[in-house]
């Protein structure tokens, strides 16, 4: 079963740091290109990062860059966003998510994590 | 940024009634269009993609049509399952943005 299930979420104070986790299987993980998405509470979808399956190239919303960084462990299946200067605006359920093919530009998403909680909050 | 436009953003309806929702994008994105699924407490879900596709396992009765644009999903013969909030993704640039979201109620 291609499964993705997410960590690292919790409760930060503003200008404060987090990483998140995003463990995969059931899956060639190292062929797929990777995202992290985000919903604010009660809000819509955002796309926030995305990288290669390589883990060369990546690119990241203009909302976090400079921020957040994406990355991958391949050897271990996992996906990662590292968090810093972290802002109220940021509060939201942070999904990972795997397009529906390996191949292409931009592909829409066929699985997506739980989710995992991030507060910023004092 | 290439900006994405959902209507109506509520919508209500009956078990059985056939619906739309359209989705208008701020600049051309030919047909690199997605529609997802959202029910209260879960993960989106993929239910369409180039616009018309129809990702494996997702039930005939939603189809999408459109191009350029202007892009509908329609639900023909609505489902008790099928009250959810439905999103349109456009994914013709590296920034994939989303619509604001269609709530589809009970009547």
């Known amino acids: 079963e291609v499964q993705l299930v997410e960590s690292g979420g919790g409760l930060v104070q503003p200008g404060g740091s987090l990483r998140l986790s995003c463990a995969a299987s059931?899956?060639?993980?190292?062929?797929?290109?990777m995202s992290w998405l985000r919903q604010a509470p009660g809000k819509g979808l955002e796309w926030v990062a995305a990288?290669?399956?390589?883990?060369?190239?990546?690119n990241h919303a203009d909302s976090v860059k400079g921020r957040f960084t994406i990355s991958r462990d391949n050897s271990k299946n996992t996906l990662y966003l590292q968090m810093y200067s972290l802002r109220a605006e940021d509060t939201a359920l942070y999904y990972c998510a795997k397009p529906y093919e390996d191949s292409g530009a931009y592909i829409p998403f066929d699985i997506w994590g739980q989710g995992t909680l991030v507060t910023v909050s004092s | 940024d290439i900006q994405m436009t959902q209507s109506p953003s509520t919508l209500s309806a009956s078990v059985g009634d056939r619906v739309s929702i359209t989705c208008r994008a701020s600049q051309s994105i030919s047909s690199w269009l997605a529609w997802y699924q959202q029910k209260p407490g879960k993960a989106p879900n993929l239910l369409i993609y180039k616009a018309s596709t129809l990702e494996s396992g997702v039930p005939s009765r939603f189809s999408g049509s459109g191009s350029g644009t202007e892009f509908t999903l329609t639900i023909s013969g609505l489902q008790p399952d099928d009250f959810a909030t439905y999103y349109c993704q456009q994914y013709s640039s590296y920034s994939r943005t989303f619509g604001q979201g269609t709530k589809v109620e009970i009547k």
């Open positions: 059931g899956f060639t993980f190292s062929t797929y290109p």
């Open positions: 990288i290669t399956g390589n883990g060369a190239l990546t």
